[in-house]
């Protein structure tokens, strides 16, 4: 009897100190965050990074001596695809990042890992304890087609994600013939998600979303789904202290196609990160240095073990990704229609415009909903009970006249009422126009009449026949303030 207790009293003292230990370390991937800016890849500075900048990038490690760059495969249009190596561990750890040509943000984090495991400074300890103790295999970009053309699939238009079964894809045998190869114990599946998640049925944000994904259809656990749920846990747990509330867990239905279902069936815990939204951040950088922490304090829990003090129930307390938002939600706004006048909800959505050098991104704000909700909410609202939808008129001047107008007046012209502008002497281009506050237009009346699904948000918001907001092509201008950056409007 005494001996046992005694051996549970060292079995306890021992769990203690390996926690304060990790929570000295977690505390280290802290400071590492509040260093991050050092780390950053500058040459990644949008969301938009193709092959070509991946590739010098891996040279770049591979001169320095710090990862092994092996190509295991080629895309369909004959890009490269990179395994790279790292580490000297025990711990096989294997991570793969935009499957999904159109969701880079663990990339560019991916890259960041690489500046700081290559670092000098006072974060060694960190550095040794994980490379020491995982040996990283990561496949960056493993979608290089779709990334060039900014897509989702590859070139032959097929989901790698949902290629893990017939694996039609070059991309795809790629990725499981290496973890066939080096048998990973843990794997990351990196993605993003729309911007239009939240976390739960409330007005945050699903910043970054989870899932261990099922292995059957009845979504058994086993230690191998275990392991991944337990640092899905240790991740969510940090990243609560930087972005509270804003994590979510993603729907487990079970699907064989998908890599992570699949992989989970193999034996390799499999976590699937999914970068969503986060207000005023449409390139993603700060989601991305979010994704740098969470894998830094994911592999200092598999480094040190510490996963297995979570307890599984506790993600039950995650909320659920819900498709619940808006850009911009107008609540009770007058709007006149078909000669009646009534009170009701506006929801506005932006989609995204392909530069044609796939480099850039413009925006389309359209209204995509009219009428009750119920838990929904808007990355921007506005609480319009005072206020009456009312279109915007359109100006004429000459185009050197137009030219000319600095972003104060054509402010000024906007709270005078006005939304477009007509060149008296030529055609105006059509399409996204940046850097501009009044859209172009050469119709001779505003077709945009009142408020329509799926027409564009262009319009007023007035209290008492005075203009006190503009939504201009679905971005939210208050006229009280001198703000004049919208990110586009828009030529008809
Ligand atoms: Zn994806």
């Not at 060292?10 to 400071?31: I, P, R, S």
């Not at 935009?98 to 500046?115: K, P, R």
């Not at 969470?294 to 598999?302: G, K, P, R």
């Amino acid at each position: 009897m005494i001996r046992s207790t005694s051996f549970l009293l060292c079995a306890l003292l021992l769990t203690m100190f390996q926690v304060a230990l990790g929570q000295v370390n977690l505390k280290n991937v802290d400071l590492a965050w509040d260093h991050y800016d050092r780390y950053r890849e500058p040459i990644i500075q949008n969301r938009f990074l193709k092959h070509s900048d991946l590739v010098s990038l891996i040279k770049k490690h591979a001169t320095s001596g710090l990862l092994i760059s092996k190509e295991i495969g080629q895309s369909v249009n004959g890009r490269s695809i990179n395994h790279l190596m790292l580490g000297t561990g025990k711990t096989k750890v294997l991570l793969w990042s935009q499957m999904h040509g159109d969701e880079s943000t663990a990339t560019m984090a991916l890259f960041d890992l690489f500046n700081f495991f290559h670092a000098d400074d006072e974060h060694n300890d960190l550095r040794k304890l994980i490379l020491g103790s995982l040996e990283l295999h990561i496949v960056p970009m493993l979608n290089p087609d779709g990334a060039q053309q900014w897509k989702r699939r590859n070139d032959l238009e097929i989901d790698i994600n949902r290629d893990a079964r017939m694996l039609v894809t070059p991309e795809g045998r790629a990725l499981m013939s290496l973890a066939k190869k080096i048998q990973p114990v843990i794997g990351f599946n990196l993605h993003d998600q729309s911007t239009l998640y939240a976390a739960g049925r409330n007005d945050n944000t699903a910043t970054l979303s989870f899932l261990a994904p099922a292995y059957d259809y009845p979504k058994s656990m086993n230690e191998v789904r275990k392991r991944a749920t337990q640092l899905i846990l240790t991740m969510n747990e940090a990243l609560q202290t930087k972005v509270p509330g804003k994590i979510a867990k993603y729907d487990d239905a079970f699907d064989p196609r998908c890599f992570g279902d699949t992989f989970q069936g193999m034996g390799i815990s499999t976590i699937l990160i999914e970068s969503g939204g986060f207000y005023a951040d449409p390139e993603k950088q700060y989601i991305r240095k979010l994704n740098f922490y969470a894998l830094l304090n994911a592999f200092v829990s598999i480094a040190e073990k510490t996963y297995v003090n979570q307890n599984l129930a506790d993600y039950e307390k995650i909320p659920e990704n819900s498709r619940s938002l808006f850009d911009v939600l107008i609540k009770n706004v007058s709007i006149s229609k078909e000669g009646i006048q009534f009170r009701t909800n506006l929801g506005i959505v932006r989609s995204q415009i392909k530069s044609p050098d796939y480099g850039s991104m413009s925006y389309n704000g359209r209204i995509e909903e009219l009428g009750d909700v119920e838990l929904t909410h808007g990355y921007d609202e506005i609480e319009a009970s005072s206020l009456t939808l009312i279109p915007g008129n359109i100006k004429l001047m000459r185009k050197s006249e137009w030219e000319a107008l600095s972003p104060l007046q054509e402010l000024e012209l906007i709270r005078a009422g006005y939304l477009f502008v007509k060149w008296t002497d030529g055609t105006s281009p059509s399409g996204p126009l940046k850097a501009r506050l009044l859209n172009l237009t050469n119709r001779e009346t505003n077709t945009i009449q009142t408020a329509s699904i799926g027409q564009q948000a262009q319009f007023l918001l007035s209290r008492d026949g005075k203009p006190v907001y503009a939504v201009l092509n679905g971005y939210v201008l208050d006229l009280t303030k001198d703000v004049t950056d919208v990110p586009n409007v828009f030529g008809y």
